[in-house]
């Protein structure tokens, strides 16, 4: 039985080139991903397949180079820039002796460290248990490797192996009646701001691309913001009033990410939700990346998941700071305000920003008066 990953914890990479588009830049993200979970880099295993191997997703001699190089690094835990099958990853545990991380549950473990709210854990866990529910189906091994991480016990047998998989269902079952509680307040505390005329606005974009140092300078507040992934998780919502518009209720999202795991996409609808329901979407995207479309495709994929593609939405360029290109605005055919060039950083270009309020306030109340 091996435990989870925690602070310190020497990782080995491996990464298959499938001929996937971007293959470079997931690697990265998978950098960013480990040293944002904690663990230290200690070597990278990469190689090129046609398509993964059915039971090393790597074949047996890379499988066995990966060996040989955690093995020389002292390495505790392998992580993979891919999902692996429940058999794949019992299959390289035993031969590795080693923990092996797939790249969704990377993202959930990430997840698990950083989630601050009564609904945000709920979330969390909900997303786990999802996620080892289908680790159960092919073999009880994966349940007792994972017990400590979530509460769950295990154990071999398949009678143990049968409690275990009612109990998670119990489980599954009452984080779900919880969070559907938790979206009916929230759904009623949007019907009341609607009802008092208050614009909800909602910032959404690429994890690490400044949301939540954006939301900091637009409301003088003070959620946590850093240059790693998923620095904040929690929806945070704040009120601010805009000279001549009134109030105006700001939520800041979770950030999102290449392949984000359905689960979690999933399990935090009721956050994402605000999302759904805000009368305008601040789409904030780095315009110092090199993969900034690659993202706004990203996040608006995500988007029409979750049912937020019809959203009034302005694209927010961040950063202009790190390019040298001056704040300012761009208006579509219509006339009305498609993308700000700003700096959260610097505060440059925020008047622009607060503009983009105002305008979508008073389309709010002439849209009301007219219903």
Do not use: C
């Not at 993202?295 to 608006?300: K, L």
């Amino acid at each position: 039985m091996f435990d989870r990953p925690v602070g310190g914890d020497a990782a080995v990479l491996v990464s298959v080139d499938v001929g996937d588009p971007g293959y470079e830049e997931s690697l990265q993200e998978l950098r960013q991903l480990v040293i944002s979970a904690g663990m230290m880099i200690v070597g990278t295993v990469e190689g090129r397949r046609p398509k993964p191997d059915p039971k090393f997703f790597v074949g047996s001699g890379k499988a066995e180079e990966l060996l040989a190089t955690m093995q020389a690094a002292d390495a505790k835990v392998a992580v993979f820039n891919h999902d692996l099958s429940p058999s794949q990853q019992r299959n390289l545990e035993r031969l590795l002796e080693a923990r092996v991380i797939d790249r969704t549950g990377l993202i959930l473990d990430i997840f698990a460290q950083r989630a601050q709210s009564h609904e945000g854990k709920l979330q969390v866990e909900l997303a786990q248990l999802e996620h080892l529910s289908t680790r159960l189906v092919r073999g009880w091994t994966h349940l007792e490797r994972q017990k400590g991480g979530i509460g769950v016990r295990g154990g071999p047998g398949e009678t143990q192996l049968e409690l275990d998989r009612r109990m998670l269902r119990i489980r599954v079952k009452q984080l779900r009646e919880k969070l559907a509680k938790l979206k009916l307040q929230r759904g009623m505390q949007r019907r009341a701001r609607r009802r008092s005329l208050v614009l909800s606005v909602s910032l959404v974009g690429y994890t690490n691309a400044g949301k939540s140092t954006l939301f900091n300078r637009l409301t003088q507040s003070g959620v946590y913001a850093a240059d790693q992934l998923f620095a904040t998780l929690d929806t945070t919502s704040r009120k601010l009033y805009i000279p001549d518009g009134g109030p105006v209720v700001m939520s800041d999202t979770v950030g999102f990410i290449k392949h984000l795991p359905h689960a979690l996409v999933e399990a935090f609808g009721a956050t994402l939700e605000e999302a759904v329901q805000a009368d305008l979407l601040l789409h904030v995207v780095d315009v110092a990346s090199d993969s900034r479309d690659d993202q706004i495709e990203q996040v608006n994929l995500v988007l029409s998941e979750i049912g937020a593609q019809d959203v009034p939405q302005v694209l927010v360029l961040n950063q202009i700071d790190r390019v040298g290109i001056p704040s300012g605005l761009d208006r579509d055919e219509y006339g009305r305000i498609s993308k700000v060039r700003v700096s959260a950083k610097t505060g440059e270009g925020l008047d622009l920003l607060r503009q983009v309020l105002l305008e979508h306030q008073q389309g709010l109340q002439e849209k009301l008066a007219l219903s």
